[in-house]
């Protein structure tokens, strides 16, 4: 078992919808999770972070955390074709240190 | 700032060669990080430093790889020698202490292909 799962896609939305991308998390004990977009043939970027069981909104974004079924989401309201790219969820393990353990990512397509 | 700097941003090498990727990391940011990314195994953490001092070489995949970081502002990572399944994405990322809110910040990455 992978220890941070992801759909690979890719995920097609048309222009408005809501994006929804889901995460799986081997390490019961982790305690930080965060969402990071790639654009092709790009580095990834920090979109948010979350800690606590619950919704965090920002914008357009909210991020989802149930700790007990050890999952993280990502909504993307009113998606727009700018948000087409690869969402990486990355997850602190327990005693993390501060490095992240990153899935493979899920490409979303956001469609005209 | 002008962010994490890497270079070179492509490199392309015979098998057997000796590679070395550089990274200067923001000034003031206590952790580098290097990352390895394939489609197959996406992003692989393969060491990182916190004050210049290796803290987790555990992804190192084995003795062709090295890191140093010999001071704050800069790190290197060898490869000697260097094989086909080498090709990646190396990616040098650096945080200040409390990652959370500012996370990672990742350079432009090295594009690696080994022929």
């Known amino acids: 078992q992978k220890e941070v799962e992801q759909n690979s896609g890719p995920l097609s939305v048309p222009e408005g919808a809501i994006a929804s991308l889901n995460c799986t998390y081997s390490d019961r004990g982790s305690q930080s999770f965060f969402w990071y977009r790639q654009y092709s043939g790009k580095s990834p970027e920090l979109i948010m972070f979350i800690y606590s069981n619950g919704d965090k909104e920002d914008g357009r974004f909210t991020a989802q955390l149930n700790k007990a079924s050890q999952y993280v989401s990502l909504l993307i309201r009113d998606s727009q074709p700018s948000d087409s790219a690869t969402y990486l969820c990355?997850?602190?393990?327990?005693?993390?240190?501060?490095?992240?353990?990153f899935g493979t990512g899920t490409q979303l397509k956001v469609e005209l | 700032d002008a962010g994490v700097i890497q270079s070179p941003r492509h490199e392309v090498t015979e098998m057997g060669q000796e590679v070395t990727l550089r990274c200067k990391p923001i000034?003031?940011?206590?952790?580098l990080f290097w990352y390895r990314q394939t489609m197959m195994r996406g992003l692989e953490l393969l060491i990182y430093?916190?004050?210049?001092?290796?803290?987790?070489d555990s992804g190192m995949p084995e003795d062709r790889f090295s890191a140093k970081m010999p001071n704050a502002s800069f790190s290197t990572l060898k490869i000697q020698p260097s094989e086909p399944r080498d090709s990646a994405v190396y990616f040098c990322?650096?945080?200040?202490?409390?990652?959370?809110?500012?996370?990672?910040?990742f350079g432009s990455g090295t594009r690696l292909t080994v022929v």
């Open positions: 990322a650096s945080s200040p202490y409390h990652q959370g809110v500012y996370g990672y910040t």
């Open positions: 990355a997850v602190e393990p327990t005693g993390g240190g501060n490095k992240l353990t």
């Open positions: 430093f916190n004050n210049n001092v290796p803290i987790d």
């Open positions: 000034s003031g940011h206590d952790y």
